[in-house]
């Protein structure tokens, strides 16, 4: 079987949790410190503040950028619900804009559309798969309408714009490490930013709204990171790189290899370094694709089946968003991971060829 996703876990992990529990310091203290920095210093931020995962850090960076009840925030209905669930969770409203058709991030002149229709207070854009999304427009927007600018790089840890880590161009920028994302803390996530008061407020409330030992300012959550899992991260983070050039690597395989005019591929957008977190392809008969590829014990996703303000959860929620509706009947992930052997990808190719070739000739005749 060639799965969908592999996690890496060896040696090295077991190792540092191991010198964690030996020590018996479990709860927040020097490995988060250590890997708040490191993850900063990585993508070239002043700041980190770790969390408990990646919705708690969506959470967190909203307010500490002092988005809440009355505010509106513009964001993509084609995400993982959680991007729309933080929100909701600072008392704010989703306003949900349309997306790119070829990139599947949030379309900026939607967004910015919908900014003026409905004044709103912030921006959450959304790195879609590892694809950086357009920032220098989302900059401008933001920027011209005194708006709050957050990322949503959950799944682009490497992915890069000019030379620029995603998650450092907005406000503030969210990660998440799940353990299928490109690297692992187990669970976990982290905000950071360049501003020192955006971080400070972001550290006060994942602890509790704690200024003192037991002195609280403000309502806050507890959703620090542990020892244990910022052990894991700093030990992933040193193989990071390697993780986004194999996907890389095998990206570019399967942009070579497979035939573009059949379906669309996820080409890198000029002057971006795409991280992979998912090849995703579209493509009108994915159903008919991803059952032929399973019976071949080759793993697919499909992220994602339903736009978010189709969900139970946001009932009476409406929007007009006919790409991001499009794009949920033909997205089909295949297996990218850095796990995957140069055979792996032969037979992937092999797989979706021998297909496409059926169902083409089906056509045909």
């Not at 700041?47 to 950028?65: D, F, K, Q, S």
């Amino acid at each position: 079987m060639i799965s969908l996703a592999a996690p890496d876990i060896g040696e090295p992990e077991f190792e540092s949790v191991e010198d964690v529990i030996k020590e018996g310091r479990l709860v927040a203290g020097e490995e988060v410190e250590q890997f708040e920095a490191s993850f900063a210093e990585y993508v070239g931020a002043e700041h980190g503040v770790a969390t408990v995962n990646g919705t708690a850090a969506l959470h967190t960076a909203l307010e500490a950028l002092g988005i809440g009840e009355g505010d509106s925030v513009v964001t993509t209905p084609f995400s993982f619900i959680a991007t729309a669930n933080a929100i909701r969770f600072a008392n704010a409203e989703p306003v949900f804009a349309d997306i790119d058709p070829e990139t599947l991030n949030l379309d900026p002149d939607s967004a910015e559309a919908a900014v003026r229709e409905h004044d709103a207070d912030a921006i959450l854009v959304v790195h879609l798969y590892g694809q950086p999304a357009r920032m220098e427009r989302f900059r401008e927007i933001a920027d011209a309408h005194d708006l709050a600018l957050i990322e949503d790089a959950a799944q682009a840890h490497g992915a890069t714009i000019d030379g620029e880590h995603v998650g450092t161009i907005g406000d503030a920028g969210c990660f998440s490490f799940y353990p299928t994302k490109n690297m692992t803390t187990g669970e976990g996530g982290i905000v950071v930013t360049d501003d020192e008061a955006v971080a400070r407020r972001a550290n006060q409330f994942i602890n509790h709204g704690r200024t003192g030992s037991y002195t609280h300012a403000t309502l806050g959550h507890n959703y620090r990171m542990t020892n244990i899992a910022g052990a894991i991260g700093l030990t992933q983070l040193q193989k990071l790189p390697y993780y986004v050039d194999q996907r890389r690597r095998n990206a570019q395989r399967l942009l070579e290899e497979l035939d573009g005019d059949r379906f669309e591929l996820p080409e890198p957008r000029p002057g971006t370094e795409h991280a992979y977190h998912q090849f995703t392809v579209q493509y009108p008969q994915r159903n008919a694709l991803k059952l032929d590829l399973e019976e071949r014990d080759i793993g697919t996703g499909v992220y994602y089946p339903t736009t978010i303000h189709r969900q139970g959860a946001y009932a009476g929620e409406e929007a007009t968003t006919p790409v991001a509706e499009r794009a949920t009947d033909r997205v089909l992930s295949l297996p990218v991971h850095p796990g995957l052997t140069d055979e792996d990808i032969t037979t992937i190719v092999e797989a979706v060829e021998r297909h496409l070739t059926h169902a083409w000739g089906a056509i045909g005749e």
